[in-house]
């Protein structure tokens, strides 16, 4: 019997394609030297570097069940290239807020994986954060593109559940039924721990006394230096380059856009805290800016305070006395999960499923053992704003590793089968649209045998 592999085997296309977007993020930034060009598709490119280390990613990723020549990765390549420059000819309408916020997803999985976002960057050889999410934004705004076009292809495409039986059934008969791995569920209860308007005050008289000190002729440089709590500050003193598409906090762009030159904001709030701000230079669409930024100190009777109430709250869903859904409206705070009934979203796929042998250490230390409906313990938390909270986290849903059957994972199935139709579908439009684009190939990659007539041989 042929041995199981993991389901993405059975649909080539799309596990290449996403992993070329996940890739294509965390390998974006090995500064490498320039080599040569591999082709040319519309107005993008493939280096030859290119085809090598998304080869070895894809053979990583997979656990070695996946390998492929480099004329495959070149076709795969090629074709998300053909699909980014036809996205730009449709007029593809991308979201700036879209793009941020996989920008920020995008950090948030690097620093779990590296432990800090100054080990990121140290890892990939930016200068700072600010050119970090610069390099992270043009990725991602090339995935979305990727996406949409690849949706507008294939908005009309469906499967109706006799084709999903049929796939099904074609892969039982060739005795290549997918194995799924274990997945969770999460979802979570968040208290911050705020600080008093006491402390909020003194920022604010601080800040309004260091504005004053810069209008009277001190440096905005040194003050940064001596009084942000911005961790870039000492490598650009605060000083940052800013377009109405950059990946920063709406308050930050907002600000900036509002100077004259030379003149000095009043404080200003964000999620990071108080904000003094002063524009150096207008160029054009970009605005030249200094900021220093000041967090409130949280007293530890506050921090204590915050364990007692989470702790309650978790102990009176374990009694019965209130549901997690009703605690998560009543009492969760975190924005981004409130809304939701506390559901985490995995940063690594976007959706709210974790495979528990690819998540997080931490946080898998902390869930691995819980069983369907079970708590965490509730404990001490940091985010990337310095915002400090305590939470506690439910396993929403479990199931493990197993053979995918057909009544049990009809929903992944179906999936599975559409993203097979759709691949169809996709790879029907490349073959059109390959006839109407510039396409020049280096004469070493002139020679690979390609599934699409990317050489425009005459046949």
């Known amino acids: 019997m042929q041995q199981k592999t993991t389901i993405l085997k059975y649909t080539k296309l799309t596990f290449l394609s996403v992993f070329l977007g996940l890739m294509s993020i965390s390998t974006f930034a090995q500064k490498i030297k320039i080599d040569g060009v591999a082709v040319v598709i519309g107005k993008n490119i493939v280096l030859d570097s290119?085809?090598?280390?998304?080869?070895?990613?894809?053979?990583?990723?997979?656990?070695?069940?996946?390998?492929?020549?480099?004329?495959?990765?070149?076709?795969?390549?090629?074709?998300q290239k053909l699909l980014a420059h036809h996205a730009v000819v449709d007029s593809v309408v991308v979201a700036d807020a879209d793009i941020n916020s996989r920008v920020e997803r995008s950090i948030q999985y690097f620093t779990q994986q590296y432990g800090s976002e100054d080990k990121v960057i140290e890892a990939y050889g930016f200068n700072d954060l600010d050119d970090l999410k610069k390099e992270l934004y043009t990725v991602q705004k090339e995935n979305v593109l990727i996406e949409k076009e690849q949706e507008k292809?294939?908005?009309?495409?469906?499967?109706?559940?006799?084709?999903?039986?049929?796939?099904?059934?074609?892969?039982?008969?060739?005795?290549?039924?997918?194995?799924?791995?274990?997945?969770?569920?999460?979802?979570?209860?968040?208290?911050y721990a705020a600080p008093t308007k006491e402390e909020n005050d003194r920022i604010v008289t601080q800040l309004e006394e260091i504005k004053k000190q810069i209008e009277d002729g001190a440096s905005f440089k040194m003050k940064a230096i001596i009084n942000s709590d911005d961790p870039g500050v000492t490598q650009n003193g605060g000083q940052y380059e800013v377009?109405?598409?950059?990946?920063?906090?709406?308050?930050?762009?907002?600000?900036?856009?509002?100077?004259?030159?030379?003149?000095?904001s009043k404080p200003f709030k964000s999620d990071f805290g108080y904000h003094l701000m002063q524009l150096h230079e207008i160029k054009g669409n970009m605005r030249v800016a200094s900021h220093i930024l000041m967090q409130p100190d949280i007293p530890?009777?506050?921090?204590?305070?915050?364990?007692?109430?989470?702790?309650?709250?978790?102990?009176?869903?374990?009694?019965?006395?209130?549901?997690?859904?009703?605690?998560?409206?009543k009492y969760s705070e975190d924005k981004e999960t409130k809304n939701n009934g506390g559901a985490i979203v995995n940063p690594y796929t976007g959706d709210?499923?974790?495979?528990?042998?690819?998540?997080?250490?931490?946080?898998?230390?902390?869930?691995?053992?819980?069983?369907k409906g079970e708590l965490s313990d509730v404990f001490f938390d940091q985010n990337r704003s310095g915002e400090k909270m305590f939470k506690f986290?439910?396993?929403?849903?479990?199931?493990?590793?197993?053979?995918?059957?057909?009544?049990?994972?009809?929903?992944?199935?179906?999936?599975?089968?559409?993203?097979k139709k759709k691949e169809e579908t996709v790879t029907k439009w490349s073959k059109e649209k390959i006839k109407d684009t510039y396409i020049k190939m280096s004469?070493?990659?002139?020679k690979c045998t390609f599934e699409k007539n990317w050489k425009k041989e005459t046949k």
């Open 352 to 371: 709210a499923k974790f495979d528990l042998t690819r998540m997080d250490p931490d946080l898998y230390a902390r869930v691995a053992e819980l069983k």
């Open 300 to 329: 530890e009777t506050r921090l204590k305070d915050t364990q007692v109430r989470a702790e309650q709250i978790a102990e009176d869903i374990k009694e019965g006395k209130i549901t997690f859904e009703e605690a998560v409206k």
């Open 393 to 419: 986290i439910i396993m929403k849903d479990r199931t493990d590793t197993h053979t995918a059957d057909l009544v049990e994972d009809y929903v992944k199935i179906q999936d599975l089968a559409l993203r």
């Open 50 to 79: 290119d085809i090598e280390k998304f080869k070895q990613e894809v053979e990583i990723r997979s656990e070695g069940k996946i390998t492929i020549t480099d004329c495959e990765m070149l076709e795969e390549l090629m074709q």
């Open 243 to 264: 377009t109405k598409d950059s990946p920063f906090i709406k308050e930050f762009k907002e600000m900036a856009f509002s100077l004259d030159v030379n003149q000095v």
């Open 153 to 191: 292809i294939t908005e009309k495409i469906d499967v109706t559940p006799e084709e999903v039986r049929l796939y099904f059934n074609g892969l039982k008969n060739s005795g290549e039924l997918p194995e799924f791995p274990a997945e969770i569920e999460l979802a979570q209860v968040v208290l």
């Open 443 to 446: 004469a070493d990659h002139n």
